[in-house]
Every structure is written in structure tokens, then in C-alpha cells.
């Protein structure tokens, strides 16, 4: 309907007000807060939930760790690495836990920690082989460590399992461009910038275009 959203903080905040530091309640009302660009209440909350959350809880730790993390990684990434850890911790199934082990990836590569980084994509892809996302992030970091041929088969993968991510396309244009493959590079191109005008986002297909163009000649 469109609205779910607000039907979900109706429901956790009257949830909240019979259940004060209810760690469900928290953690579903926080991320909403985190999400509508209300940090400061958003962690409040989910700080409250983890502080009640029995340690035994491991789902709802889990829940309150990751979007305290996502809160807290623009402010304090040294703070959000350390909650992401601490969800990694917990004795959950491995493909429960991706989303903090691609995340803390991603983090880690913006603080040029490559080598540990491109580990946690590395289990990520054997734990959840089927998820795109994670052969995209492998890719990106090999490519900052100039491992192209690594690069280009992560791309190339991640490209397999989501063909209608723009960017994995675009990505895989440049790492073909490195290693020499002209042609490669201007059929992902332009594939790229096809599917971002299909998404409605033309700016960027624009942008690209421009971008692209000044590499190769995308009507060779």
C-alpha cells in the first residue's frame, strides 16, 4: 500500500510503549529512524535495545549490531568496524551474517585495509555464491590491489548472477580497459549505460556516456 514504513513505526512504537528497550522493537524502530535521517534518535534506540537484549538472543543482537554499525559508519568507522565484528562473533549461520561481513568489507577497503577485506568477500562468495553483490565487492577490491585478471573474474560472475546491475557493467568496462581489451570495454559500456537509462536514471547515463566516451570510442 505504500505506507509501510509508517505502519511499521506505529506498530514498534506502541510496541515500545508497553515493552520500554524491547531489543525487537528497537531494532526494527532505530534502522527505520537511522534510514529517515534521524541518526540521533536511531541509535539512541538501538543502543537501548542492545543494552536489554538477553546475550543469548543471538538473531536480535545480530539485528541491533548491524544497524548500529551502518549508523555509526560515517561518524566513526573505527566504531562501526569494531559492531560489525562483534556481529561476526556471534554463532549465527554463516549466510545469516553477510550483510555485516560485506559490509565491514567495504569499510575496510576505504581504509585501504585490502588484504582483509578481499578475505571476507572471498568467504562471503563461498557462503552465498549465488549473491551478486559479493562477486561486485570482490571485484572492486582486487582491482585496487591491481589484481585485473582476478578483478575481471569476480565481474565478470557478478555479472552472470545480476545482469541488470548497471555498475557491475560499467566496473567491468574499466578492468577490461586495464588488461587491453578495447573492444570488451566498449560492449560493457555501453551495456552499462543502456541499462541506466532503462532504470530511468539518465543523468548518470550521461555522465557515463561523457565519462566513457573520453576512454574509448563507444561507436567504434
Not at 11 to 32: F, I, N, T
Not at 118 to 133: M, N
Not at 139 to 159: K, T
Request: aromatic share 4%; charged share 25%.
Amino acid at each position: 500500500q505504500g505506507n509501510k514504513p509508517q505502519r511499521l513505526r506505529e506498530a514498534m512504537e506502541a510496541e515500545l510503549q508497553e515493552r520500554p528497550g524491547d531489543p525487537y522493537a528497537c531494532a526494527k524502530l532505530g534502522s527505520l529512524e537511522v534510514a529517515e535521517g534521524n541518526p540521533k534518535r536511531g541509535v539512541t534506540l538501538l543502543r537501548q535495545g542492545l543494552d536489554q537484549c538477553p546475550s543469548d538472543a543471538h538473531p536480535e543482537r545480530y539485528e541491533l549490531l548491524l544497524h548500529l554499525a551502518l549508523a555509526e559508519a560515517s561518524r566513526d568507522p573505527a566504531a562501526a568496524a569494531a559492531l560489525y565484528r562483534q556481529a561476526l562473533e556471534l554463532p549465527l549461520a554463516p549466510r545469516l551474517s553477510l550483510a555485516a561481513r560485506l559490509n565491514l568489507a567495504a569499510l575496510l577497503l576505504q581504509q585501504g585495509q585490502a588484504q582483509e577485506a578481499e578475505q571476507l568477500c572471498q568467504r562471503a562468495t563461498a557462503v552465498a555464491p549465488e549473491i551478486g553483490l559479493s562477486w561486485y565487492n570482490l571485484g572492486l577490491i582486487r582491482r585496487r590491489q591491481g589484481d585485473i585478471a582476478g578483478a575481471l573474474e569476480a565481474y565478470r560472475e557478478a555479472r552472470r548472477l545480476t545482469p541488470e546491475h548497471a555498475e557491475t557493467h560499467q566496473n567491468l568496462a574499466v578492468a577490461l580497459l586495464l588488461g587491453g581489451d578495447i573492444e570488451g570495454a566498449r560492449t560493457s559500456f555501453r551495456q552499462a549505460i543502456s541499462l541506466l537509462g532503462q532504470q530511468g536514471r539518465s543523468s548518470e547515463a550521461e555522465h557515463l556516456r561523457q565519462q566513457a566516451g573520453a576512454m574509448v570510442k563507444l561507436e567504434g
